[in-house]
Every structure is written in structure tokens, then in C-alpha cells.
């Protein structure tokens, strides 16, 4: 469920840049509300070779791969020998490979790892394949419908409602949800103060972490986007060829065309906004966040820390000296043994759209993952230890009735056994009575 949410959701922002802005902002598009002049030309890299384009290993690219490096020229010559080999031998690998996913083989050290990833690489192809074949058979099955469609007799010329005729009502298409969603972006940077991430945290994260980064910067992108209130969306301190930024391109490949309702900046937020109206959200300072300000600007580190948590956030605000704050989770909730307090960033702006829009921490909060919360936890744990005493007293009982029936005439080893004990236990009452 959450996978195809995430999918739809990408697509669709995906298609926004696809649609024209609304007649209504393109003048203001001349001159953007949004931060756009604060990035420079470094963004759009100019390389000749498209990372999504099936290349070969010529001596260009394998220099460009490697950049001369005779460890690196080793290690992507048996990557290939071993993905021919594979292709020979009619194992489960992809037909061609990327510029992409020939840097991704370079950084795997093993046989075995390269393996696995040349098998997900071949069924996302057949996923592809098989989704296209259902199109073209769709397609053709709609043809033949058609063609029988005008064979009937339509002397009757009655009203035929369906996909492709007449209808009462009018179809509300994507592209003018598209427009109605990035014209309330529009009107809030023109009137709200934004909602800043914080780009700077690549080297603090490992490489599953920073896709992971990616991936909840997209999920906060689409709730943001698709809220009634929405906040201005600012990225500051941003490396257009980080690994962060490189995951978030993949994912919405219009992130960066000039109509994206997005500001995106290299320049620290230190550069454009007042120091006083500074506000930075970390779960590692004392102070505890009240109530939200609409006057200040709230500043979320873009950091994803699935082992310890470190307080990164915390020793920047204090060297930027910078006010910090926490939201309240241990006044409203109460949190499992061993549970971080580190919230994803897709719960923090839907945390502070909620406060925004009401003002209510209860309703806030909600957005906090359920697995976190101790009642939650407790009444698991209690289930797990229960369910497999339940399930052994049954299957006790079960046994026991079979056996009634099945074998409720037929003499039992225990019975013998327990007329000698018993015979035992007599003598040696007698012999004490003697």
C-alpha cells in the first residue's frame, strides 16, 4: 500500500512540469517569487553521457567511470566478464545496462552482491515489459470493440454514455489538478514565510540512508504540495552533485525546471533570511516548542539516521548559533524502550501543516509513527507472548481428544505402568506396617 502511494505520488510530479502554469502566474513567472536567482548555472551539469542511456564500455567510458584508476578499470572489467558470462549462460540479467547501473556494479566488492543486483535490474526490465504488453493488448482490445461498435445498428440514436462519448459531466484531467496545486504553492511563497530543509547532512549519512533521504524529501514534497494551507518549500545549502540531490533528480525529473513551484539555493539560509527569524527543529535541545510561530522561519535538517542517533543538528544550530527547538512528544506521548525520537520528514511537515492550519498538538502528533508509542508496543508484545501458549494448549487439547477416539479401547502403557506403581506403593506400606 505504501509502495503504490509512493509510485502514484512520484508520477505525479513527475507530470507536473509536463503542464503549463496557470494563465494567471505566467507573468509573474518573469520575474519568480521564488529563489531560483540564488542558483547558479552548477545545477545542470553539461555531461555527454545520459545516465539513463544504455551505454557500452568503450575506453571514453570506462575513463569516465574510473577516471584512470587501475583498481577501479580491474574491478569494472570482471563486472563486465561476469554480466557476459551471465547473458551467455541464460541467467536472470538485464539485456543492456546504463551509465547508471554500470556505477553502481563499481561500487559493489562482490561476486555475490553483483549478482543480486543484476537479478533486481533484470525484473524491474521484465516488470516493464509485461506492463507494456498489457497496453498493447488493451489497446488492441479496445480497437476490436470499436470496430464492433460500428457494425450495430444505431437506428435508435439513443444517448449511449460511457469512456469515449457523451457524458453529464465534465472530467476534471490531471494537468488542472496539477495547476490547482501549484497555484496554491504560488500564492503561499507569495505570502507565507517557508519551511527550510537543510541539505548539508551527505557526508553524515550512509548511501541507503541518503536514498531514504530522498525518498521522504518526495513524500514531503506531495503532502506539502497537496495540503490546503501549504508552507513555501526553501532548500538551502545544497550540492547539485550530492548523492542526495542525485536520488531526488531520479525521482522527480523536473525538479528542476523553472516553473517547479520550489525554492532550491546553494547559499546557506544564514544568507537569506534574518538570523532572529531563525528557528531549527532538532529532538536534541532542551527547549520544547510551545506553540507555532507564523512569523518564524522553521528550519528541518534533512537527515536520516537509521543506527545511532547523532546530534548533528544540535552542534550546527549551536555553531551558527541559531534558536533550536523540539516538539513536545514526551508531554503528549509516551515513547517504547529502545524507540528513537527522530521523526521521518514527511511526519515533520505534515506535523507543522497540522499546526498551522488548527493549532492542536493532539491532532499534530498524530502524524508521529504508531509503532513508537509505548501502549502500542506493550499491547504487541503482549500478543506475541500470548499467542504462542494459546496455540501449544490447543493443539494439546486437539490430541487429546483424538486419542478418546481413537484409541479409547485399547489398553494404555500408562495404566500398566501405574498398577505396578501401585502394587509397589503396597508392598511397601506393608512391610513398614510389619
Not at 532550491?264 to 527543529?281: E, G
Not at 506521548?333 to 492550519?357: P, R, V
Not at 498524530?366 to 504462542?388: D, G, H, N
Request: proline share 5%; net charge positive; aromatic share 8%.
Amino acid at each position: 500500500m505504501f509502495l503504490s502511494r509512493f509510485i502514484k505520488s512520484v508520477y505525479r510530479l513527475q507530470q507536473t512540469s509536463r503542464q503549463a502554469v496557470p494563465f494567471t502566474f505566467r507573468l509573474a513567472l518573469r520575474q519568480p517569487v521564488f529563489c531560483h536567482k540564488y542558483c547558479s548555472e552548477e545545477k545542470l551539469p553539461n555531461t555527454e553521457l545520459k545516465s539513463n542511456h544504455h551505454v557500452a564500455l568503450t575506453e571514453d567510458v570506462i575513463k569516465t567511470l574510473t577516471g584512470g584508476d587501475p583498481d577501479l578499470i580491474k574491478r569494472l572489467k570482471l563486472a563486465e566478464f561476469e554480466y557476459e558470462v551471465s547473458k551467455q549462460e541464460g541467467a536472470r540479467t538485464p539485456s543492456e545496462l546504463t551509465l547508471q547501473h554500470w556505477k553502481e556494479l563499481l561500487t559493489l566488492s562482490s561476486t555475490s552482491k553483483r549478482k543480486k543486483y543484476l537479478v533486481f535490474l533484470f525484473k524491474i526490465e521484465m516488470t516493464k515489459l509485461n506492463r507494456k504488453n498489457k497496453k498493447d493488448e488493451q489497446k488492441v482490445k479496445r480497437e476490436a470493440e470499436k470496430e464492433v461498435e460500428k457494425l450495430k445498428d444505431n437506428s435508435d440514436e439513443h444517448i449511449d454514455y460511457g469512456l469515449g462519448k457523451n457524458t453529464i459531466c465534465l472530467k476534471i484531467y490531471e494537468s488542472k489538478v496539477d495547476h490547482f496545486h501549484n497555484t496554491k504553492m504560488l500564492r503561499a511563497s507569495m505570502f507565507d514565510l517557508p519551511v527550510v530543509y537543510d541539505l548539508s547532512y551527505d557526508q553524515d549519512m550512509t548511501p541507503q540512508e541518503q536514498k531514504n533521504a530522498a525518498k521522504q524529501l518526495v513524500l514531503s514534497l506531495v503532502a506539502n504540495r497537496e495540503h490546503d494551507h501549504p508552507f513555501p518549500l526553501q532548500f538551502c545549502n545544497v550540492n547539485f552533485n550530492g548523492p542526495v540531490m542525485k536520488h531526488l533528480v531520479k525521482l522527480v525529473p523536473s525538479l528542476y525546471n523553472s516553473d517547479f513551484p520550489i525554492n532550491i539555493s546553494p547559499k546557506s539560509y544564514l544568507d537569506i533570511f534574518p538570523r532572529d527569524k531563525l528557528i531549527y527543529l532538532t529532538p536534541h535541545c532542551q527547549n520544547e516548542m510551545t506553540r507555532f510561530d507564523p512569523d518564524s522561519v522553521y528550519i528541518v535538517g534533512c537527515l536520516v539516521d537509521k543506527g545511532e542517533s547523532k546530534a548533528h543538528s544540535l552542534a550546527k544550530a549551536k555553531r551558527e548559533n541559531i534558536q533550536m527547538a523540539k516538539l513536545p512528544l514526551d508531554r503528549y506521548l509516551s515513547f517504547g524502550g529502545g524507540s528513537g525520537k527522530s521523526l521521518t520528514l514527511n511526519a515533520m511537515i505534515n506535523i507543522l501543516l497540522e499546526l498551522k492550519t488548527h493549532g492542536d498538538w493532539t491532532k499534530a502528533l498524530q502524524f508521529v509513527p504508531r509503532r513508537k508509542i509505548r501502549e502500542l508496543l506493550q499491547l504487541t508484545e503482549v500478543s506475541r507472548m500470548k499467542y504462542p501458549k494459546k496455540s501449544m494448549e490447543s493443539r494439546k487439547q486437539v490430541i487429546g481428544d483424538l486419542d478418546e477416539l481413537l484409541f479409547s479401547d485399547v489398553p494404555r502403557r500408562t495404566d500398566v505402568r501405574g498398577s505396578k506403581s501401585h502394587l509397589s506403593d503396597r508392598r511397601k506400606t506393608s512391610l513398614y506396617d510389619d
